[in-house]
């Protein structure tokens, strides 16, 4: 009985394919890393933002003075007015496209469709 190691498998990877596993944990850490510390000085006192101390007492007053600091009702009313304008120019649109596509003929129709209903599906 033979047992097959990860050479017969397939499994070794060249070193282009480390170096982008490699570039790709890079980018991950370098996109993952701000995130962690704007979560880190969010709960602590801003004298505690750049100690990283683990010592350092949460509180949630950075939150409290953000609520107070910023008209968050009249931003809330803008995105508000913002998604439904474009909500209704999007089913303006998409209501003539689709009427262009069921009722005219123009070349590459069919090959439209088809790319169409691709990208929309969920299992694409």
Same mark, same amino acid.
């Given at each position: 009985? *033979?047992?097959?190691?990860? @050479? #017969?498998?397939? =499994? *070794?990877?060249? *070193? ?26 969010? /709960? =602590?006192?801003?004298? &505690? ?10 509180? +949630? ?7 107070? $600091?910023?008209?968050?009702? %009249? &931003? /809330? ?18 209501? +003539?496209?689709?009427?262009? /596509?069921? *009722? &005219?003929?123009?070349?590459? @129709?069919? =090959?439209?469709? /088809?790319?169409?209903? %691709?990208?929309? #599906?969920? #299992? $694409?």
């Amino acid at each position: 009985m *033979r047992i097959s190691n990860s @050479k #017969d498998l397939g =499994h *070794r990877l060249n *070193r282009a394919d480390w170096l982008t596993t490699i570039g790709a944990w890079v980018l991950a850490i370098a996109c993952v890393l701000p995130l962690l510390y704007a979560l880190w000085a969010a /709960f =602590h006192p801003s004298q &505690y933002a750049t100690s990283l101390s683990l010592t350092a007492p949460l509180t +949630l007053e950075n939150f409290s003075g953000a609520w107070q $600091a910023a008209p968050f009702p %009249r &931003y /809330f009313f803008n995105t508000i007015v913002l998604v439904l304008m474009i909500l209704v120019m999007q089913l303006v649109l998409c209501t +003539l496209a689709a009427y262009a /596509f069921a *009722r &005219y003929t123009f070349f590459g @129709k069919q =090959h439209t469709i /088809f790319i169409n209903a %691709r990208a929309t #599906d969920g #299992d $694409a």
